[in-house]
């Protein structure tokens, strides 16, 4: 069975300007959470996708927005880049979400830098 | 709130040795579950365990094994006879099945091992 796939794997933006990023999960999952890590603060939840339905949100300004579409694929998007948005961000795929903890396995990530 | 921590930043052995990656948690729920993942250079988070709040049991898999006391609120993590690919960053999550596939992880531990 395929892993989680992310493209694209890498990508330099500046200032200002706006990214979208994509995520294909493991077949048959429905669950889809965004992760970015930096070096400062480490691993940081996003948010959780299930059912075309945002279920959790973390700590991120609303320039940080996400969607997921009929066949679980996921995007997020980042508007008015700034500097501290560069980062990897992690996407990550389980079967079923709500009420129970599915494990999550982890795409390769979008490295994401921002000058 | 949750919280982990990995009071390791970095651990440097030399192929052969046993190592343990500790990892202690906090949390109010009864309920929750503890994680290990690997990250590699490559950036992709490779799940390694998942142990649920009730089940003590110690596991082994080969060359890994984990010590789970709910007393000491730790998750340790032990490598026997480590390997040079073994050298990664290991990360400790918890998560809470009110809060769907959310992981919050701990800082990390970056193992290298020196053949």
């Known amino acids: 069975k395929a892993g989680v796939t992310q493209t694209p794997r890498y990508l330099i933006k500046t200032r200002g300007q706006q990214v979208t990023l994509s995520c294909s999960p493991i077949s048959g999952h429905r669950s889809v959470s965004w992760y970015q890590q930096t070096p400062g603060q480490g691993l940081q939840f996003l948010f959780e996708?299930?059912?075309?339905?945002?279920?959790n949100k973390g700590n991120f300004p609303g320039r940080f927005s996400g969607r997921q579409f009929s066949n679980s694929r996921s995007e997020m998007n980042v508007s008015t880049l700034e500097l501290g948005d560069s980062a990897l961000y992690l996407c990550a795929s389980s079967l079923e979400a709500g009420g129970t903890t599915d494990t999550q396995y982890f795409g390769p990530g979008t490295r994401l830098t921002v000058l | 709130a949750q919280k982990v921590t990995q009071a390791q930043t970095e651990i440097s052995v030399v192929e052969k040795e046993d190592v343990t990656l500790d990892c202690v948690y906090e949390t109010r729920d009864t309920t929750y579950y503890l994680f290990w993942y690997k990250q590699p250079p490559s950036g992709e988070l490779v799940f390694l365990i998942r142990r649920n709040s009730f089940d003590e049991q110690n596991e082994i898999s080969g060359r890994y094994s984990w010590n789970f006391q709910k007393s000491t609120s730790s998750f340790n993590f032990t490598i026997t006879a480590s390997q040079v690919v073994d050298s990664a960053v290991y990360f400790c999550?918890?998560?809470?099945?009110?809060?769907?596939?959310?992981?919050?992880f701990g800082e990390g531990t970056q193992l290298t091992v020196n053949p």
């Open positions: 996708y299930f059912s075309e339905t945002q279920r």
């Open positions: 999550a918890l998560s809470r099945p009110l809060s769907g596939s959310r992981l919050t």
